[in-house]
T-cell receptor
Framework: GDSVTQTEGPVTLSEGTSLTVNCSYE??????LFWYVQYPGEGPQLLFK?????EKGSNRGFEATYNKEATSFHLQKASVQESDSAVYYCALRYSGGSNAKLTFGKGTKLSVKS | AQTIHQWPVAEIKAVGSPLSLGCTIK??????LYWYWQATGGTLQQLFY??????VESVVQLNLSASRPKDDQFILSTEKLLLSHSGFYLC????????FGPGTRLTVL
């Protein structure tokens, strides 16, 4: 079946440093890839999606490139802020079928210290 | 703009008691609807999905059931709670991307 593997957390960074959260996936098809962010006590929010291989998605200073050959979709940010502290989930979805099922990774908890 | 509302915000229930959680979507006609479960500190697991009123498909078996009585409403329920039902329940809707509600925190004692 499909699976998504992320950097194991927790990850603790100082404000102003760079972030990379690794995400790799196993699948027999070409999915749409997503990054979601979840703040404590809230539902996940869509950060961005990338439907096509070799394209980049970005939002709020975060970005990720859909690398079809490496089956990876690493999340990066050049300079994190304390407000970026949250859990980040990589997810994939296939466009076919009536159930647009999202398969999530286990999540990476990020804590940013000032 | 679409809004998604879940109720209640939190519940504390006894093992063996019944449960009903609700979700309402406003501002979107005929959305696909989903229920997810999240253990504390865990990832999200899809439980059910529905593409139309009266039609619900189960994705995993957790002694829970779901119904869609109206186009904008999705209900999750069980007649008998287990300790393992504790966690965070999230409703989501989609047209293309999935958007999640604020969630309901369930504690089973």
């Amino acid at each position: 079946g499909d699976s998504v593997t992320q950097t194991e957390g927790p990850v603790t960074l100082s404000e102003g440093t760079s972030l990379t959260v690794n995400c790799s996936y196993e699948t027999k098809q070409y999915p749409t890839l997503f990054w979601y962010v979840q703040y404590p006590g809230e539902g996940p929010q869509l950060l961005f999606k990338v439907p096509k291989a070799n394209e980049k998605g970005s939002n709020r200073g975060f970005e990720a490139t859909y690398n079809k050959e490496a089956t990876s979709f690493h999340l990066q940010k050049a300079s994190v802020q304390e407000s970026d502290s949250a859990v980040y989930y990589c997810a994939l979805r296939y466009s076919g079928g009536s159930n647009a099922k999202l398969t999530f990774g286990k999540g990476t908890k990020l804590s940013v210290k000032s | 703009a679409q809004t998604i509302h879940q109720w209640p915000v939190a519940e504390i229930k006894a093992v063996g008691s019944p449960l009903s959680l609700g979700c309402t979507i406003k501002g979107k006609s005929s959305p696909n609807l989903y229920w997810y479960w999240q253990a504390t500190g865990g990832t999200l697991q899809q439980l059910f999905y529905s593409i139309t009123v009266g039609q619900v498909e189960s994705v995993v078996q957790l002694n829970l059931s779901a119904s869609r009585p109206k186009d904008d409403q999705f209900i999750l329920s069980t007649e008998k709670l287990l300790l393992s039902h504790s966690g965070f329940y999230l409703c989501a809707w989609s047209r293309y991307e999935q958007y999640f509600g604020p969630g309901t925190r369930l504690t089973v004692l």
